[in-house]
């Protein structure tokens, strides 16, 4: 291809390689001229123009899109015209792609004129994802190097697609002494929203003792209740083959496959097979991580077995590349947390008062006055008599007032400048203003009046104790429902910083509900805040009473 400042008289049937703008119109970049247009240039005053003209053997750009199209294409994936150069390639349903990543780089070494470009590996795609691209560079190429890729894939593939089947789990549970429900229901719940994210469904669902036997004929159950795959997630994590669980599937007739695989978080995750007369089944043994709904090697398992990819040695060794994934809090021990043995525990606080009190109408609900002072105050005394420190409130709506209102309270005041968008921006702007020291995080509501100092630090107390409350989340629970103040580890500190919206911690709460600390509470204080009207006057009434009275 030769690009040049052609003359007028010359640009018949070039490709303008920029755009014309005249007094009849504008041509786009890539316009082949024909004959009307180069007149109406020359009226226009034009006498020269930089186009691009075919050398001998080359071909345009959009037909050699076309022809690379159906050369590295599988039928199971649809792509677009060519235009400008480029197709793009999409997905007709839920599946995931595949390709040797040596012969896509020997593809691109053909000719610099010619790209093309995939998703990752294995990566799980949506019906009408993009899937991969390629784009011609320049207006022309040579025709030898379309032949060229032409033959590359004669008998070879560029990539494969493979749909993901639809499948019935089974999830076996196990118990280990102390371990509440709530565990169980958690797990599950993150399952199933898991394996509908894959177009599959659990149909089955037991919660059994850590005993090999009783797992072994709680597998035979699942199979008989119409599970395809059996997911087993147990009380302990796997340690060996010689473990209950893998020892379970022994027992059940079936086959250990590979225990380990070569995926952060996710290595502690079993692969076998249950044969019956129904046929053979996938049993997977569940790593600790899978309790979470982030991404971990369970996931990519799932994908492969779900695509029908045999799980050999080489394949899930192969995950290797890629396999170490982002730290999640719930994993046995972050490396974000791998602290000097001597450093020392430090919990700070974080007192929410930047909000609007859109249910009370015009009246901002922490300037109320309450048993003599400002509601926002009696939260804010209490969080300074516990020992908090530092202790940061985050203010914002009517910042001024709710300043004067803590005077002469050791607080560290910090401006939201977002309050309207919600307390997750809050809580950003709080974790943001913490030292670098701090371990361990208490984030408690200013409308919460009834905060005492002995039920903080009992709450204190209960995290610190713990080995791992650098990744535990602490909160007090009564009669099943959780309340407030909440305690987060360190660990926590990147997503509570990331959060958006008006739901706080909630939502990290649900998804992380096996590293949960519940600590019982008969204190009413923890579910007690004021929303409205009704409950701000309620609780002027209780407080004003004298101690002893209802």
């Not at 300037?367 to 400002?374: D, N, R, S």
């Not at 713990?466 to 009564?478: F, Q, V």
């Not at 509470?521 to 004003?544: Q, Y």
Request: contains cysteine.
């Amino acid at each position: 291809m030769k690009l040049a400042n052609f003359a007028l008289a010359d640009c018949l049937g070039l490709v303008l390689a920029h755009r014309q703008t005249g007094r009849s119109g504008n041509l786009k970049k890539g316009t082949i001229l024909t004959a009307k247009m180069v007149a109406q240039l020359k009226k226009d005053g034009v006498t020269s123009l930089i186009c691009a003209k075919p050398d001998d053997g080359d071909i345009h750009e959009d037909e050699a899109a076309e022809r690379l199209a159906r050369a590295l294409s599988p039928a199971t994936v649809a792509f677009t015209r060519a235009a400008t150069g480029r197709v793009n390639i999409r997905t007709l349903q839920r599946g995931i792609i595949r390709y040797d990543r040596a012969l896509i780089r020997q593809l691109n070494e053909i000719d610099e004129a010619m790209t093309f470009s995939l998703v990752q590996h294995n990566q799980l795609l949506d019906a009408s994802q993009m899937a991969a691209t390629l784009k011609i560079i320049p207006f022309f190429v040579a025709e030898s190097s379309i032949i060229a890729v032409e033959n590359l894939f004669v008998d070879r593939v560029a990539f494969s697609f493979h749909a993901l089947r639809n499948c019935n789990f089974g999830l076996i549970q196990t118990r280990l002494a102390g371990q509440r429900d709530r565990l169980f229901s958690a797990t599950q719940k993150v399952t199933e929203a898991r394996l509908a994210q894959l177009g599959s469904r659990l149909v089955d669902s037991r919660i059994c003792a850590h005993d090999r036997a009783v797992v072994a004929a709680e597998m035979r159950l699942a199979v008989a209740a119409g599970a395809e795959i059996i997911l087993v997630c147990g009380g302990s994590a796997i340690i060996d083959r010689q473990d209950e669980l893998p020892q379970a599937l022994v027992l059940a007739g079936g086959e250990i496959d590979q225990f380990g695989l070569a995926v952060d978080p996710g290595n502690l995750l079993m692969i076998g097979k249950l044969g019956s007369d129904l046929g053979h089944h996938h049993v997977i043994g569940m790593p600790g991580c899978a309790r979470s709904p982030k991404l971990n090697g369970l996931d990519w398992v799932l994908q492969l077995v779900l695509a029908d990819i045999p799980l050999s040695r080489g394949e899930l060794a192969e995950m290797a590349a890629g396999g170490l994934l982002m730290e999640i809090a719930s994993r046995p021990m972050p490396r974000v947390l791998a602290t000097s043995p001597h450093t020392e525990d430090k919990m700070a606080g974080i007192l929410l008062a930047a909000g609007q009190s859109r249910r009370m109408g015009t009246v901002n609900k922490l300037l109320a006055p309450v048993a003599g002072k400002p509601l926002i105050r009696h939260a804010a005394e209490a969080l300074v008599e516990a020992g908090l420190s530092p202790l940061v409130v985050v203010i914002g709506h009517e910042a001024d007032k709710v300043a004067s209102a803590l005077e002469g309270l050791p607080v560290h005041l910090v401006f939201n400048p977002d309050y309207a968008q919600g307390q997750a921006s809050s809580v950003g702007v709080g974790v943001a203003a913490l030292d670098a020291d701090v371990t361990d995080l208490l984030i408690a509501l200013g409308d919460m009046p009834l905060l005492s100092a002995p039920l903080l630090d009992r709450l204190v107390q209960s995290h610190l104790d713990r080995e791992d409350h650098h990744r535990c989340i602490t909160l007090p629970t009564s009669d099943g429902k959780r309340g407030n103040p909440v305690l987060w580890g360190k660990a926590f500190f990147p997503e509570l910083a990331a959060m958006t919206g008006d739901s706080g911690g909630r939502q990290l709460l649900d998804d992380h509900q096996a590293v949960q600390n519940l600590v019982p509470c008969d204190d009413p204080a923890i579910l007690r805040d004021v929303d409205t009207a009704d409950a701000l006057a309620l609780m002027m009434h209780e407080m004003a009473m004298p101690e002893g009275q209802s």
